[in-house]
């Protein structure tokens, strides 16, 4: 299966500011995941990237608050912008892992104050 | 109602127990049964993976899946220690084919020596 490196690992950031984490994966894909996992909450998927296309969001996340870029079949990024402390949560890529379900990378873990 | 529900716990056995571990669904079309097992400060690991109704075993590891009832289990036995991590259940409709997760809430395991 794939394998992802996510950075960064984890960030305390001012409320109001924006933070890009980045997601490299060692093998092409079409797909990549971005994840949103709150304390004690169950993940929840942001949106799906595709290559060459504008990213999918699902029910309740929006386009100007984690804008999504994917340049190329192995990279995407997520930024979470104008950040408020409900924005506090771990943030995860995945991508398809073959035949046996979804890798994810090991998170980024976000705390903002 | 969630499309998935599981008990959160958390669950505390010792060690060489049995755990079970379950989790309902509401949405029919789902077709694809998957237990990640994350770590803390880590990002989910793919435990087991099932398609439709059935029983799979792997080493201590049994999953099953009954869809007549929207009902899946993992079954843990002889558990050790490092099995204690937050269990958490997924399921999709298409797999690999841009098929969005579900995941239950996850259910924290404590295995203690």
């Known amino acids: 299966s794939a394998v992802i490196s996510q950075k960064p690992s984890r960030d305390i950031c001012q409320r109001g500011t924006s933070l890009t984490i980045q997601c490299q994966v060692d093998?092409?894909?079409?797909?990549m995941f971005w994840y949103r996992q709150q304390p004690g909450q169950s993940l929840t998927l942001i949106a799906t990237?595709?290559?060459?296309?504008?990213?999918?969001?699902e029910s309740g996340f929006v386009i100007d608050k984690f804008p999504i870029s994917r340049p190329n079949l192995t990279f995407s990024t997520l930024t979470v912008s104008n950040m408020s402390p409900e924005d506090s949560s771990i943030y995860l890529c995945?991508?398809?892992?073959?035949?046996?379900?979804?890798?994810f990378g090991s998170g980024t873990r976000l705390t903002v104050v | 109602q969630k499309e998935v529900e599981q008990d959160p716990g958390p669950l505390s056995v010792p060690e060489g127990a049995i755990v079970s571990l379950n989790c309902t669904y509401s949405?029919?079309?789902?077709?694809?049964f998957m237990w990640y097992r994350q770590y803390s400060r880590k990002g989910p690991e793919l435990l087991m993976y099932?398609?439709?109704?059935g029983n799979k075993e792997d080493g201590r590891f049994t999953a099953q899946v009954d869809k007549s009832s929207k009902y899946i289990s993992l079954f843990i036995r002889d558990s050790q220690p490092s099995d204690s991590a937050t269990y958490l259940c997924?399921?999709?409709?298409?797999?690999?084919?841009?098929?969005?997760?579900?995941f239950g809430q996850g259910t924290e395991l404590s295995v203690k020596p």
């Open positions: 995945s991508v398809p892992g073959g035949s046996y379900g979804y890798t």
């Open positions: 093998s092409q894909v079409t797909m």
């Open positions: 990237a595709n290559q060459g296309s504008e990213a999918t969001y």
């Open positions: 949405n029919s079309a789902f077709q694809y």
């Open positions: 099932t398609y439709s109704s």
């Open positions: 997924a399921m999709s409709g298409l797999y690999n084919q841009g098929g969005k997760l579900i």
